[in-house]
Every structure is written in structure tokens, then in C-alpha cells.
């Protein structure tokens, strides 16, 4: 435990207030980003005379030397790449280009270090940028470590003067379906036709593929202006960053093409000092849907079909409102000219912020009424409220190293739900950031093995460093943290803290919260968030680190801004009050209180669960799961507090609970718990189920967002646990699709067509098949792949898991999720483990290479892993491969192994306790 606070009851807690104060995020983030919202280069003082000694060989960390400071690029890229291929021609998946890097010298240097990766650099020329003399180049190195460095040693010394050089570098690259750098992505036009392939090019440069692209120094912080030209051929359209410059160049290159074809060389105007992370091209045949917004075009650009039908019109409503809303909250107008958004086929991440370019995920930008549920419809605008976001929060201003990576997405993640609840106000979803985002960051911040949002730059060197920092903690807790602050010092001061720019706002946040740097320290560099635990009886006050496996003795301390109410029950057999803590989850932490608050607040749930705030009934109901896991309280604490749920309708407290409950449900699904547990949860669920009968039968939509998501609970749950009722609907509305009307609406049909195909026949199966084959949607595409996992035939799911080995009949980049989706399935896990232990040389050579996919395989079939035999199958599958063979799932089978361990000692502690308790509660009374 933590040093105690004493306190009196009552109006003491008022004190605790103060003394456990709390948090800034902005000031650190604005010293941060200071730098970089400067409009000059932040050039060092230049010396002017010639200092020795000068450095020579590569720089002793990885990071780039500060002798050299660039000022701008000029590029020309040239795709060798055909959108649609003429008959009989082969793909040339190769690209050409040349560049020129003006830069300043400010320290002595014999060579000068950039970055360049898996190119082929084929002429270096440096010349003096004001008199045009040639400086000699000696060897040039492409250093084949993690450092990417491309090295040329100079025959003279660059004098540190703050002279100007020109670096021009000719060089070509491959065009690979590595959705890293630039790439080539093919899709059909139309299914299964060989001559409907289309093809296209893109790019993906965060965090460090620039260097895949051209020789460039790719480090955040060195910004520059871009002069882009793009040579592509002539029936195609070609964006970057800026907007189109004049066409320069028109008619046949006849160097350059084999064919006789057009080219087209589109030149951009030069883009604002941006980071090289942030540069985006394409080539494509896409169409655009247009809107105006000012003097800014914004163009949703996707697929020509997906266009005519309407699929952009939904981004092309929000973004603007958006961009409008960020730009009065932020006082500062959106700089470019134009926002293009394009929708893409084959994309590594959700979606990519590219200054004036923002790339998508076709399911995160593209809106099908009907045929995408409110949830797809909700993805889509929280993905761009949160790229539209980073166009100021990481492309305006931007970490100084990848050490801060927190401050870019834990601001874009939190501004996405103030910017989501502009766009459309009645989904209330700045409460939904608490199941979204808070409890998620909650959970893996308790693990041993997280991390502090903020490390050192020294810590953070690799690519794979780097990358591995895109993570939940930088998203999620980093909006966490932003959201507590937020609430502390109020949203408007917050704002008004953002409003001032550079370093005035320091000045401004700082004057009145004079200590909030400090305070933030705890927050942004220790790891993990305390539990606080408060004794109502003596008033005693404390807090300690919350871990799920306690080791002990973490010495932390936060600052903890406290938020309470206190309350006389109305009606309660119990004489006192209860005391709640943390109102609305707005601090990052968890509470624990003594037993006889935790049995008032359950009785209050009980009674007039309508006194608790609504987000508050979520939080005790996610406290005392974690609470029980970590062994604070009781196994029957959480259960508990699910018990008053058969009044509950809300969504909030559903949610929670059936997140936690997850845990019990793989832990005993194949016990004789779940006979009882099945039960509980029948009555518990049955009134919700009734609730939303009419809205199900009549296949209406209630009104509110988080009615249509509980709906989906309702139904999951109760055919999931038997429900009759439940079963027949899904069952009928099923058939009667097979007979040839589909009614069930778009948010149902994931749940719908999950419960009929469990209770279905192979028929039934075989329909959901042949359905799946020819949607071309795909989200609808999605919804039935998961359906086809939830049939309880064990021969079906065999035959389903053989097809993941056949790319025709299911996609490459969905093998993982489908098996995962089986695995899922109580009928399907022992069948999925057999098939990736069985199949695991190939499914590794597959999906080895750098994807982190196969470390989820691990992860979630071995889920439910609580035995002394599966732990012993486990170790035996480890030692059947050696770290080489197991790739990049050694770590997830380490932590599977891990996890196991922890399960099968918490099932030996907690069984008894737990089937004790749903026998009793299962009883109808
Ligand atoms: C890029 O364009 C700007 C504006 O036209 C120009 O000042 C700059 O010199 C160009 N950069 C290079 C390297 O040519
Ligand atoms: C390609 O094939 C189509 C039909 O097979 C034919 O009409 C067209 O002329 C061919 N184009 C070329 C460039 O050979
Ligand atoms: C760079 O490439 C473009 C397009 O191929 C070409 O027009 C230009 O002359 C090249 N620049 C130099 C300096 O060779
Ligand atoms: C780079 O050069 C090597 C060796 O000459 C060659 O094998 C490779 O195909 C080249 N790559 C590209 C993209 O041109
Ligand atoms: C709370 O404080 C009372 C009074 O000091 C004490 O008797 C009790 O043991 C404490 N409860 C816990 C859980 O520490
Ligand atoms: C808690 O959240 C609810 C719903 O968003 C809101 O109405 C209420 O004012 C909030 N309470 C506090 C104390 O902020
Ligand atoms: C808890 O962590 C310790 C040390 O990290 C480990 O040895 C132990 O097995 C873990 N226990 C559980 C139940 O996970
Ligand atoms: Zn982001």
C-alpha cells in the first residue's frame, strides 16, 4: 500500500481534493511540440568557423547526426505500374525516381548520413546550392543494419557555416504487396473475374518506410518543404499531399516506356515543412466524390462502383463538419487547400493521416446503408474525426522523437469523440470513450509487463522500437490521461489552453495550475494507474499501483484527482450512506472501498439502480471484476453486482459486465459451471431480451445508439444461453432469407446469422456459404465469415478450417481472424488448436513475415487454456519448434504459457466459490 491519507468522513473527502491533486498533458505536449510549430527550421546556432575535429564513420546512436539540416526535397516518382493490364502484359511492379535534397550545414562534416531501405541507389551528385560547384563523393554505403543510414563520404569537408547543399540521388525500388512504403495492392472489379483485376499504387510511411521510398532523412523532427512530382501513365490519376500543380509534362516519355503508352508527369505545389512520416502517393483509376469547405476541396476518393453507389457520401457529409468544428476549437484554420481521403482495398493500418492525404481501410471510410450496422457507421466517423484531428495534433505540431508517439494518438483518440459528438450529437459517444477506450487501457495497464506512456528517446532507437509503440497504452491511455486532465482544469480551459499558440500556451495553462507539470509527471512516465482504496468507517485514504498479478512492492504514487457523491439511501433497509468515487470514470484509476460501502452501493443497485450515474454502474461492475482478479475482494463481490441487472435495460453496464463475464464463460464453458451459469444468465437477460422484442420482430431500430448495441447484447446473449424465444426469431428470420426475402436489419445480422447457423443444419451452413462467396461488400462479407464459425457441428467447422488453407476460397489477409473465429466457438477450440499445431510450418512461412497476426492465433485459441494438460501441450508445442520456427509468436507463446499458469491457479481457487453461487442465484425464485 501506499502512503495513507487520513481524512474524516464527509466533508473531509473534500480535502483529498487537494492534497491528491492532479494532471496536465498539454504543457508537456506544447514543450514537446514547440519545436516544431516554429515556421523556421529549428536550425542550431551556425559556427562559423571551421571546428575540428570533425566527425567521421556512423554516428554512435541511431539516430541521424545534427550536422546537416534539411530545407526541402524535389521529387519525381514514376510507378511502373499498369491499373488495368493490356491484353497479354505482364505487371512491371517496379518504380523509378529521382531526388534533391536542399540542405544547410551547420557543423562540420565529411559525410553526410540519411536514411534509404531495400533501394537501389544508382547516382549520387552534391553540389554547392548557390555557386553549383561539384563536392566530390567518395564511397557511398547502404549500411544493412537496423540503422537504414545511407552514408556518402565526401572528398572535402562541409564547413559548418550554415551554407546550403544540393543532394541529388537517382534510384529505383520494387513495388510489393508489403503495404509498407510504396505499394501495389490488386482488387477485382467484379468477383472471380481474372480480366476485372484492377490494380493500384500506395504508400504507407509511418513510422520509418519514407526511407522505402527515396533517400531522405526520416527522423519526425526533420521537417522540410516537398516539391512532389508524379510520372504515371496517362489513363490513371495520380494524388499527393499539396494539391495539383500545373501538368508539366504530357504526351509519350519515350525513354521510359516500353509500350508506346501516355504518360503524364502531375506536378504538386509545395507542401508545407511536414515530416517525411506524413507523405503520402497514389496512383489509381478511383473516382472522387467532392465537396467544398471554404476555399478547401475536399475529395473522398474510392473504387468508381463503390462511388456511384454512394458508399463516400457519408464521409463527404461528416468531414467537413469536422474539419469545422476542430478549426474553431483549435483557433486555427485548416492550412491546405485541399483534404483528399481515399478508400483502399489493401491497407496495413486503419487508416493513416498523410497530411492532406489521408488513407482508409475501405470498412473505415465507406458507409453502405444498407447493408453497414450503426457499429460500422461508428467506426467510420471516429476514424476520421481522429485522422482529421492529427492534421493538427502530429502534422502541424509533432513529437520531437518517436519517444512521445502518446502525445499524436492519445490526442487524436480523445479529440475523435468530441469531434464524433459534433458530427452526430445524439450517439452520446463522449461516454462511450470509457468502454472503448478507458476500460480496454485499464486492462492491459495492469499487466506486469506495460509500459509508461512517455519513454526516453534513448529507449526508443529500432524501427521495430518504434513501431512497437503503437499500442493500446498510446492510444488509449494516452486519451485517458487527456480526458482526466480535461475534466480537472474544466474543458473549456482546456480549449482555451489549445487556443493560444506556441509557447503562450505554456504560459497561459501554467499560471493557474502552476504544479500541473509535475503532477503530470506521474501520469505520462511511471507505468501503470493506482487503485484507491478507501475505508468509509475510519476514512483512511491510500493507493497503490494496480496490477492483476501482484508482485509487490512498486513504491508509486499519483496524483489522483478525486471526484465523489454521497448518498442516503431513500428506501433501504441499511441505516448510512454510501460514498462513490470517481464520478463518470473521468479519473483513470479504480476504486476498492470496504465491504460494508460495497454492500450499500449493491443494495442501492438493487433498490433504485437510477441513483447511481449511469457510467458509474458500468465502473462498479468493471472494478469489482478486476478487483476480484487481483484479490482484493471476493469472487462474489462482481458476481454480485450483476445480479440487479435483470432491471437494467442500459447499455453502459451490460457492456461491462458481459465484457467481464467473458472471462468466467471461457474459464468454465466446458465445466459443470456453465449448466448453472447458463441459467443465471437466461433470467438475467430475458427481461432486456423482452425489452427489445418489438424493435426484433418488427425489425425496427430503437432510436438511441447505445439501445441499438444493447439490442445486439440482448439477443447474443439470450440465444447464446438458450433463450427459446431467441432462437426461433433468428431462426425464422434465417429461413426466410433461404426462401428469399433478407429483413433482418444491418446492426442484427452479425448476432442473427450466428444463432441460426448454431442451431442451423449443414443447409443452412451451405446457404451462409454460398451467400459469403458472392457478397462484394465488405462488411457483408465479414458479418457471414464470422457466422459460418458459430456452428456447433464439428465436422463443418474441420471442413471451414480446411479452407483457410485455400486462397480462392478464403482471403489471405483473413485466414488469422477466421481460425481465431473458430477457436472462439466452445465446439471449435480443440479443433483449432489440432489445425494450427498441425499445419503450424505453413501458417509460420505464410504469415511470418512481420505480421503480428500469428502471435493473435496464439493468443486466442489457446484462450481458454486452464488445465494442467493444455499447459503441458503447450510447453510440448515450444519445444517442438525452436525460437526460429515459432517467429514472431515466441513472445505470445511465452505470455499463452504465462496465462495459462495464472488460469488454472485461479479456476483451482475459485471454482467451489463460483458454482456455489450460480447454483444458488440460478434458482427461480
Ligand atoms: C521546392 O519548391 C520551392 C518553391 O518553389 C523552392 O523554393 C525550392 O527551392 C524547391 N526545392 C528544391 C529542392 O528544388
Ligand atoms: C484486347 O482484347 C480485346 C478483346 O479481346 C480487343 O478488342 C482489343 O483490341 C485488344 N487490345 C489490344 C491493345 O490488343
Ligand atoms: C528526374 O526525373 C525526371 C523525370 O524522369 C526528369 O524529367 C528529370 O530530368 C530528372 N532530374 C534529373 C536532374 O535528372
Ligand atoms: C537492384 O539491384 C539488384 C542488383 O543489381 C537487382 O537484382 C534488383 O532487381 C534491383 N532492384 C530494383 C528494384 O531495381
Ligand atoms: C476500516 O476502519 C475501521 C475503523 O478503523 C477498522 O475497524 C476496519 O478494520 C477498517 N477496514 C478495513 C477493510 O481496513
Ligand atoms: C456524468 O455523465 C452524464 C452523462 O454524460 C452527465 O449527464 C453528467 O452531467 C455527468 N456528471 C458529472 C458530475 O460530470
Ligand atoms: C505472477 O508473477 C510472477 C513473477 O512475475 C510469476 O512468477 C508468477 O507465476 C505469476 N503468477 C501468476 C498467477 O500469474
Ligand atoms: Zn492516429
Not at 490521461?481 to 504560459?507: D, H, P, Q, T, W
Not at 489440432?834 to 503480428?852: A, K, N, P, V
Amino acid at each position: 500500500m501506499g502512503k495513507g491519507v487520513y481524512i474524516s468522513k464527509g466533508l473531509a473527502i473534500a480535502t483529498v481534493v487537494v492534497t491528491v491533486s492532479a494532471i496536465c498533458g498539454i504543457v508537456l505536449m506544447v514543450v514537446m511540440y514547440q519545436l516544431q510549430i516554429e515556421k523556421k527550421p529549428p536550425v542550431r546556432p551556425p559556427t562559423f568557423a571551421p571546428t575540428t575535429p570533425f566527425p567521421t564513420g556512423p554516428p554512435p546512436s541511431l539516430r541521424l547526426p545534427d550536422s546537416l539540416v534539411p530545407e526541402s526535397y524535389e521529387i519525381f516518382l514514376q510507378p511502373y505500374l499498369y491499373v488495368e493490364l493490356p491484353n497479354a502484359t505482364d505487371q512491371t511492379p517496379f518504380f523509378k525516381g529521382n531526388s534533391t535534397v536542399r540542405f544547410q550545414c551547420v557543423k562540420n562534416t565529411r559525410s553526410i548520413f540519411l536514411h534509404a531501405l531495400q533501394l537501389n541507389v544508382t547516382k549520387v551528385v552534391v553540389t554547392h546550392s548557390v555557386t553549383g560547384d561539384n563536392i566530390g563523393v567518395g564511397r557511398t554505403t547502404l549500411h544493412e543494419d537496423e540503422s537504414n543510414f545511407f552514408e556518402i563520404q565526401l572528398k572535402e569537408v562541409l564547413i559548418g557555416n550554415g551554407s546550403y547543399y544540393d543532394l541529388f540521388t537517382e534510384f529505383e525500388g520494387q513495388l510489393l504487396d508489403d503495404l509498407a512504403g510504396l505499394y501495389m495492392s490488386q482488387y477485382s472489379k467484379n468477383t472471380s473475374d481474372e480480366k476485372e483485376k484492377r490494380f493500384l499504387v500506395a504508400s504507407q510511411m509511418q513510422p520509418t518506410d519514407a526511407r522505402k521510398v527515396f533517400p531522405c532523412f526520416d527522423e519526425p523532427a526533420m521537417k522540410a518543404v516537398f516539391n512532389v512530382t508524379i510520372i504515371h501513365r496517362s489513363d490513371t490519376k495520380a494524388q499527393s499531399n499539396s494539391r495539383m500543380g500545373k501538368v508539366v509534362v504530357h504526351g509519350p516519355l519515350l525513354s521510359q516506356t516500353a509500350y508506346g503508352e501516355q504518360w503524364v508527369a502531375t506536378k504538386f505545389v509545395p507542401t508545407p515543412r511536414m515530416s517525411t512520416y506524413l507523405l503520402a502517393f497514389t496512383v489509381n483509376g478511383f473516382e472522387s466524390k467532392d465537396t467544398d469547405y471554404g476555399h478547401t476541396k475536399i475529395k473522398t476518393f474510392a473504387r468508381p462502383e463503390a462511388v456511384k453507389a454512394g458508399h463516400a457520401d457519408y464521409a463527404s457529409i461528416i468531414t467537413p463538419k469536422v474539419l469545422k468544428f476542430y478549426e474553431d476549437r483549435f483557433n486555427l484554420s485548416y492550412p491546405l487547400f485541399k483534404l483528399d481521403q481515399i478508400a483502399l482495398p489493401d491497407f496495413g493500418a486503419g487508416a493513416m493521416e498523410n497530411w492532406g492525404l489521408i488513407m482508409y481501410r475501405e470498412t473505415a471510410l465507406l458507409y453502405d446503408e444498407h447493408v453497414s450496422s450503426t457499429s460500422n457507421k461508428e467506426w467510420i466517423a471516429t476514424v476520421i474525426a481522429h485522422e482529421v484531428a492529427h492534421q493538427w495534433f502530429g502534422n502541424l505540431v509533432t513529437m520531437k522523437w518517436w519517444n512521445n508517439l502518446w502525445l499524436n494518438e492519445g490526442f487524436a483518440t480523445y479529440m475523435s469523440y468530441l469531434g464524433v459528438d459534433h458530427v452526430e450529437p445524439d450517439w452520446n459517444i463522449r461516454d462511450l470513450i470509457v468502454l472503448k477506450e478507458i476500460q480496454p487501457a485499464m486492462e492491459v495497464d495492469s499487466l506486469n509487463s506495460s509500459h509508461p506512456l512517455s519513454s526516453t528517446e534513448a529507449e526508443v532507437q529500432t524501427p521495430s522500437d518504434i513501431s512497437n509503440l503503437f499500442d493500446g497504452i498510446s492510444y488509449s491511455k494516452g486519451a485517458a490521461v487527456l480526458r482526466m486532465l480535461s475534466a480537472y482544469i474544466g474543458e473549456s480551459n482546456f480549449f482555451a489552453g489549445l487556443k493560444v499558440s506556441g509557447g503562450m500556451l505554456i504560459a497561459s495553462v501554467a499560471s493557474i495550475y502552476n504544479d500541473i507539470q509535475s503532477i503530470m509527471k506521474g501520469w505520462t512516465e511511471q507505468v501503470g494507474y493506482p487503485v484507491i482504496t478507501i475505508n468509509t468507517t475510519s476514512g483512511e485514504v491510500s493507493q497503490e499501483r494496480f496490477v492483476l498479478n501482484q508482485t509487490g512492492g512498486y513504491g508509486l504514487i499519483w496524483q489522483v484527482p478525486i471526484t465523489y457523491m454521497i448518498r442516503k439511501p431513500n428506501f433501504s433497509p441499511k441505516p448510512g450512506q454510501w460514498l462513490l468515487v470517481n464520478i463518470n470514470c473521468t479519473g483513470y484509476y479504480r476504486v476498492n472501498y470496504d465491504e460494508d460501502n460495497w454492500n450499500k452501493l449493491i443494495d442501492q443497485l438493487e433498490t433504485n439502480h437510477d441513483y447511481i450515474p449511469l457510467i458509474n454502474r458500468g465502473q462498479l461492475i468493471d472494478d469489482a471484476f478486476n478487483l476480484a482478479r487481483a484479490k482484493y475482494v471476493n469472487v462474489t463481490l462482481p458476481l454480485k453486482t450483476t445480479k440487479y441487472l435483470i432491471n437494467e435495460t442500459e447499455y453502459f453496464p451490460w457492456e461491462s459486465a458481459l465484457n467481464n463475464l467473458q472471462f468466467f464463460i471461457l474459464m468454465f464453458d466446458r465445466s459443470e459451471i456453465y449448466g448453472p451459469m447458463q441459467k443465471y444468465l437466461r433470467k438475467q437477460v430475458s427481461p432486456l431480451y423482452n425489452y427489445f422484442q418489438n424493435y426484433t420482430e418488427n425489425a425496427t431500430i430503437p432510436e438511441k445508439l447505445t439501445d441499438q448495441y444493447n439490442q445486439i447484447n440482448a439477443i447474443s446473449v439470450a440465444c447464446s444461453n438458450d433463450v427459446p424465444e431467441c432462437i426461433e426469431m433468428a431462426t425464422k428470420l434465417f429461413q426466410e432469407w433461404r426462401n428469399g426475402t433478407n429483413r433482418i436489419p444491418p446492426n442484427l445480422k452479425s448476432t442473427i446469422y450466428c444463432s441460426a447457423i448454431a442451431s442451423g443444419d449443414e443447409d443452412d451452413w451451405d446457404f451462409a456459404w454460398k451467400q459469403y462467396e458472392a457478397a462484394t461488400i465488405a462488411t457483408e462479407k465479414d458479418k457471414l465469415r464470422y457466422a459460418l464459425s458459430c456452428t456447433k457441428k464439428i465436422w463443418l467447422l474441420n471442413r471451414y478450417l480446411e479452407y483457410t488453407l485455400d486462397p480462392t476460397k478464403i482471403r489471405k489477409m483473413d485466414v488469422v481472424s477466421t481460425i481465431n473465429h473458430i477457436a472462439r466457438n466452445v465446439a471449435g477450440q480443440a479443433l483449432a488448436w489440432d489445425f494450427i499445431r498441425g499445419h503450424w510450418t505453413q501458417i509460420s512461412q505464410d504469415y511470418g513475415g512481420g505480421l503480428m497476426s500469428v502471435g493473435s492465433l496464439i493468443d486466442i485459441v489457446t484462450e481458454r487454456f486452464s488445465s494442467e494438460f493444455e499447459l503441458q501441450q503447450l510447453k510440448q508445442f515450444q519445444r517442438d519448434y525452436d525460437e526460429d520456427g515459432m517467429g514472431p509468436a515466441t513472445r505470445a507463446l511465452e505470455q499463452a504459457i504465462e496465462r495459462t499458469e495464472a488460469n488454472i491457479q485461479w479456476v483451482k481457487e475459485n471454482k467451489q466459490t463460483v458454482l456455489n453461487w450460480f447454483l444458488q442465484e440460478s434458482q427461480v425464485p
